[in-house]
């Protein structure tokens, strides 16, 4: 497998285990928070999966409609399957990742970025691995324990022989 790919199997990886759980803890736990992160412990998964929406609509080719105010909170169940959704979706476009230009209209608060895929894939990957470990600082601050979601946990997990 390409490093791409590999990195792209490790975010899907990371966020279904990080989903997984989640699923384990107390219900308060969903709706906690501490300073500094982006806020509590569902909104910043959905906010997570809805951002990777965005992307990969772009780099298929499709603008993404307007991005609300805020991003409508989901439970796990929701967020996992759109998880599943959209990791088969990265690894299709992985694929064809050379053929693919991405040309991002212009906004309000930023100019016309054209060939902007590497910029997509590289914030996509930035900003999964961001909110992750937000939501773990998250976890552990109000005394929750939180998973590994490192590269190390993944390659023992996945590929380790």
Known sequence: MDPLSEAFQHHTWA??????????????????????????????????????????????????????????IQTLDELADRLR?????????????????????ARADRPELPHATNLLVAQALHHGGDHRTQICTVLTANGYEAPDLDVWSYWLDRRAE
């Open 85 to 105: 959704d959209q990791a088969v979706r990265w690894r299709i476009l992985l694929s064809r990742i050379g053929e693919v230009d991405v040309l991002i209209p």
């Open 15 to 72: 966020t279904e285990r990080l989903i997984r759980h989640l699923g384990s803890l107390p219900e308060p736990a969903l709706s906690a928070t501490t300073n500094g992160v982006y806020g509590e412990v569902l909104a910043t998964l959905t906010h997570l999966l809805d951002a990777d929406r965005r992307y990969l609509l772009y780099l298929e080719g499709t603008t993404p409609p307007p991005r609300p105010d805020v991003d409508p």
